[in-house]
T-cell receptor
Framework: DADVTQTPRNRITKTGKRIMLECSQT?????MYWYRQDPGLGLRLIYY???????NKGEISDGYSVSRQAQAKFSLSLESAIPNQTALYFC????????????FGPGTRLTVT | GENVEQHPSTLSVQEGDSAVIKCTYS??????FPWYKQELGKRPQLIID?????GEKKDQRIAVTLNKTAKHFSLHITETQPEDSAVYFC????????????FGSGTRLSIRP
């Protein structure tokens, strides 16, 4: 959906660098999520936020942090990137009354060398 | 913890034949079961979903069945076409009370001409 955008779309960075991935949405949804996709492992939840003041860890939050700057913006940070954080990262949104249907952004391909 | 298992991981069928992908879930409180399709290089997109108060739902060539007692649900694609080639993800969620969705590991479906 064009209503969920991610920047950058591709990024190559070196081990130890700090990097931020950004997600913006114009859907007016209250809930936002960050997922990581690795081959054969599906989509794994890193962090999720049900509103601006609510941040929750997902199943693989170690090494990541997030910030919900506004209802429409949710950023994911890697404080000190490591090679095994090389993956495809997706942001998603959902509406609290919609029982969990999620709308994904286009993804950010991150490579840590 | 909550878990969703998906089988098979890869599936190849002749064009025109049917394809079936199966998932099992561990959280008996799950009541919403979406299926997402991810074409190569694209974002996951919802193709069909089912809620726990129904046993089957159909939309043209795709259908989903749910067996709550056995805690499994399946995606059925009939009369497969080349454009059905993609990775398919099942997922399970408790719904609005806690819309964290747990995804299966994905099935790569290939349609042979």
């Amino acid at each position: 959906d064009a209503d969920v955008t991610q920047t950058p779309r591709n990024r190559i960075t070196k081990t130890g660098k700090r990097i931020m991935l950004e997600c913006s949405q114009t859907k007016g949804h209250d809930r936002m999520y960050w997922y990581r996709q690795d081959p054969g492992l599906g989509l794994r939840l890193i962090y999720y936020s049900f509103d601006v003041k609510d941040i929750n860890k997902g199943e693989i939050s170690d090494g990541y942090s997030v910030s919900r700057q506004a209802q429409a913006k949710f950023s994911l940070s890697l404080e000190s990137a490591i090679p095994n954080q090389t993956a495809l990262y997706f942001c998603a949104t959902s509406e609290s009354r919609d029982r969990g249907r999620q709308y994904f952004g286009p993804g950010t391909r991150l490579t840590v060398t | 913890g909550e878990n969703v298992e998906q089988h098979p991981s890869t599936l190849s069928v002749q064009e025109g034949d049917s394809a079936v992908i199966k998932c099992t879930y561990s959280d008996s409180a799950s009541n919403y079961f979406p299926w997402y399709k991810q074409e190569l290089g694209k974002r996951p997109q919802l193709i069909i979903d089912i809620r726990s108060n129904v046993g089957e739902k159909k939309d043209q060539r795709i259908a989903v069945t749910l067996n709550k007692t056995a805690k499994h649900f399946s995606l059925h694609i009939t009369e497969t076409q080349p454009e059905d080639s993609a990775v398919y993800f099942c997922a399970a969620s408790r719904g609005s009370s806690a819309s964290k969705i747990i995804f299966g590991s994905g099935t790569r479906l290939s349609i042979r001409p």
